[in-house]
């Protein structure tokens, strides 16, 4: 791997400790204004330190987010389809690799939906977002959708992640599931987990400690932070996990203490 790769991916997973806590707020980009995003630069604002790198569209970090930040950015360069549509799959790459430089990334993110009507052109959309980000040392995150249709087990995710990897990103985001060590396994590069829908705080936080036990290096997180009550208790306490090696117990315990 080239330096400018090297060094970019290493803004966004620690080399001391080979592990990440991205936030994930590029909902909106089919989603719209999602419950807890209406203004994402408040949303972020109070979280940022707590990230080791923020996912989130171009449109969003121009108008949103402060210049002056020093959070690695994850920029999200694939889209075309909204929930209005039964089939999301229906991506195309949506941003030019000038801009995303112009926007002085960390990394870019494509979404593959492997089974799909379209994963043929989300696969190649893949491959060429690849090539491009390899011309300038730019990684790039596959993220792993996961249609209706599809079962989210460890066959169907490690398909999907072993794919994107063989493709050429350098990092995958997928969905934790029952035998993820063997997604993990099965899989090239580093993997990270999205948090997925809301659900309990204690809950996410035993998503979290599960995906790293079972080798993720870290997560992608995004309803599970910004939709509590009490965000930077989740952010901080996710980080501990991830970061610091807590146990979600433990993890649990110090978000109780930050929670007013
Ligand atoms: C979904 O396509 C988006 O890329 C989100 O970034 C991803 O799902 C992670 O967010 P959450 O933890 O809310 O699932």
């Known amino acids: 791997m080239d330096w400018g790769m090297q060094n970019r991916l290493s803004r966004i997973i620690n080399p001391k400790t080979n592990r990440c806590v991205m936030l994930a707020v590029d909902h909106g980009y089919f989603q719209g204004p999602t419950s807890g995003l209406e203004r994402p630069g408040e949303t972020v604002a109070p979280l940022l330190e707590y990230a080791d790198a923020l996912m989130l569209t171009r449109g969003v970090l121009r108008n949103t987010i402060d210049p002056g930040t020093t959070a690695p950015i994850v920029l999200r360069v694939s889209g075309g389809t909204s929930i209005l549509k039964d089939d999301l799959s229906d991506e195309d790459i949506s941003v030019s690799i000038e801009d995303a430089i112009r926007l002085n990334v960390a990394a870019i993110a494509i979404s593959v939906f492997v089974g799909s009507v379209n994963e043929k052109r989300t696969l190649t959309n893949l491959s060429r977002l690849c090539d491009r980000g390899q011309k300038y040392g730019i990684p790039v995150l596959a993220v792993t959708a996961v249609g ?3 079962a989210r087990d460890a066959r169907y995710l490690g398909l999907a992640c072993r794919i994107a990897a063989e493709l050429g990103a350098q990092v995958v985001k997928t969905y934790h ?6 997604v993990v396994n099965g899989c090239p590069v580093p993997v990270v987990i999205a948090g997925g829908k809301k659900i309990e705080e204690r809950d996410a936080l035993t998503l979290a400690y599960n995906a790293v036990s079972d080798g ?15 965000p930077v208790a989740m952010i901080r306490s996710v980080r501990a996990i991830v970061q610091d090696g807590k146990s979600d117990a433990e993890a649990w315990e110090m978000a109780q203490s930050l929670m007013d």
């Not at 309803?223 to 009490?230: M, T, Y």
């Open 177 to 182: 599931c029952e035998d993820f060590a063997k």
């Open 216 to 230: 993720a290096v870290g997560v992608d997180m995004g309803r599970n932070i910004f939709q509590s009550r009490w």
């Open 148 to 150: 209706k249709e599809m």
